[in-house]
């Protein structure tokens, strides 16, 4: 157990919809990222907060955002859902946004759309 | 453009023998490599790390091995054990971008026979 948690653990929705994604970081961590892994893309990752701040951007699609509220829980949301954002979406923590690096993965949520 | 390369998509490997995974990486900005290890339907779990002022890391059956003018390193596990077959991804960062978002590679699947 990483203690990076994240819910819902699947979710399943249809194309247009949107859909909010939750992440909890380890106790202490100050810093959470998002990843995507789909089927040919393996892990991109999307996007990073640090202490409530947008730190750094990755290959996020406009019609996804994300926040990092004061207790550093995280949520990333989607938007006007398509096929090919089916994939399962992971959630990591670190100590800070610029030590060593060393994240920790949540389980994931796996997103279907239909 | 792939910046961080598994090569070899699957390995096999019998019990109790060495397994050697490997990456290569393109970007001279990364200072930081990580080896996670993921079983289906949970999140990556963090394996073993190296800085890039060292050139070997070890931890019990672990050890990775970097070597910078030839942009390689190497994940060798002994004696191998069928608890160890899974996915393994290498994983890369850069202290400059001072974000330490991670690049992976795309992953070695790795089946240890019993």
Redesign the interface.
């Known amino acids: 157990d ?1 203690g ?1 948690t ?1 819910t819902p653990k699947h979710l399943i929705t249809a194309t247009g919809q949107r859909v909010t994604l939750r992440c909890s970081p380890r106790s202490g961590d100050l ?1 959470v ?1 998002w ?1 995507q892994q789909s089927l040919d893309q ?4 999307l996007i ?1 907060y640090y202490n409530g701040e947008e ?2 951007k ?1 290959n996020i699609l406009e019609r996804f955002s994300a926040q990092q509220f004061p207790d550093l829980h995280s949520e990333l949301n989607l938007s006007s859902l398509e096929l090919g954002d089916s994939a399962l979406y ?1 959630c ?1 923590s ?1 100590v800070s ?12 949520t796996r997103l279907t759309v239909l | 453009d792939q910046q961080v390369k598994q090569n070899s998509p699957s390995l096999s490997v019998q019990e109790g023998r060495i397994s050697i995974l490997n990456c290569d990486y393109t970007n001279s900005m990364f200072d ?1 490599f ?1 080896w ?1 290890k993921k079983y289906p ?6 394996l073993i ?1 190296i ?1 890039s002022i060292k050139d070997k890391n070890e931890d019990g059956r672990f050890t990775v091995f970097l070597n910078k003018s030839a942009k390689h390193l190497s994940l060798h596990i002994v004696p191998s054990q069928p608890g160890d077959s899974a996915v393994y ?1 290498c ?1 890369a ?1 850069s ?1 400059g ?11 070695t699947k790795l089946s240890v026979i019993p």
């Not at chain 1, 393996?42 to 990752?45: A, N, P, T, Y």
């Not at chain 1, 946004?97 to 994931?108: D, N």
């Open positions: 990483s990076v994240q810093s990222y990843y393996g892990l991109q990752f990073q730190r750094a990755g992971f990591a670190s946004g610029g030590a060593e690096g060393t994240q920790y993965f949540g389980p994931g | 930081y990580l996670y339907a949970e999140g990556p779990t963090f790390s800085s991804f994983a960062s202290s971008a001072g974000s330490y978002q991670l690049t992976f590679g795309k992953g």
